[in-house]
């Protein structure tokens, strides 16, 4: 029988974090709920000690939505050290965060360039570790559509696109948390990769949404940069199995 474990989510009350909380549950373990609304802040410290104690794992899926570089970096990597640092007092045997395929390569999209300093700040904390890098969810789509509409329009980048389902990005960060660190990072990525501008077609249609999409190699995404595959892993990677159309209909 495996043994029950404490694993503190950082963003627990997120869409990846609640997510992750009911799986270690239904599994039997103590799941605990950690964010800023209750209490514990990654970003400022407060209340870490105590919610740490005892724990085996930590899975941070802490957001913040920024565009700003400057504070998105500070966001993530102050958070990143000071979870770190707290864990390796109370002796937390591995943390686990959720980070983006490729962040490495997008530097100069703000919010990529948060996720480096997250990565970072992990990698150089001594504390044990794995990194799970994941595509885009599908439950992202809708904000992509948001950003790359235009007069009556959708003109997305030129490139190619894998979602996820997000129940899948937290059953994996789950189970690298029971599992050992990697002390690297693994890549996640949905089961279907494809033109962006297909799965954004996919996803209107489903919505009933006529307007036309259309790819343009000349569209950055969030200001960096990007070709075929800046988006998709370039090597091995985790494949879920839920495809856009099964999370649509579902
Ligand atoms: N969207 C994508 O397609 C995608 C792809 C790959 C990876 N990711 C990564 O997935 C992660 C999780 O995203 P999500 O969509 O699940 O986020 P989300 O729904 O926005 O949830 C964010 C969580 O972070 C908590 N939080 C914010 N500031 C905090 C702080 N200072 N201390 C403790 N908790 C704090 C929030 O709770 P409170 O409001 O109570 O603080 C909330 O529970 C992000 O790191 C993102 O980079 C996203």
Sequence with gaps: MTKMKKVVVIGGTGLIGSKAVKLLQDAGHEAVTASSRNGINAYTGEGLAEVLAGADAV????????FDKAIITDFFGKSSRNLTIAERAAGVRHHVVLSIVNADHLAANPYMAGKIAQEEAVAASGQAYT???????????????????AD???????????????DEV?????????????????DLAGPER??????????????GDTRPV?????VDYFGAPVVTGSLVPGGDYIKGAVTIAEWLRA
């Design 59 to 66: 899975i941070d899926v802490s957001n913040m939505m920024s």
């Design 131 to 149: 990194i799970v890098r994941a595509t885009q969810f599908h439950e992202f789509i809708e904000t992509l559509v948001g950003t790359y509409s």
């Design 152 to 166: 009556g329009a959708v003109k997305v980048p030129d490139i190619d696109f894998q979602p996820i389902a997000a």
């Design 170 to 186: 937290a059953a994996a960060l789950v189970e690298a948390a029971l599992g050992e660190p990697k002390a690297g990072s693994v």
């Design 194 to 207: 494809g033109p962006f501008e297909s799965f954004i077609g996919t996803y209107l249609d489903a919505k």
């Design 214 to 218: 259309n790819a343009d190699a000349a």
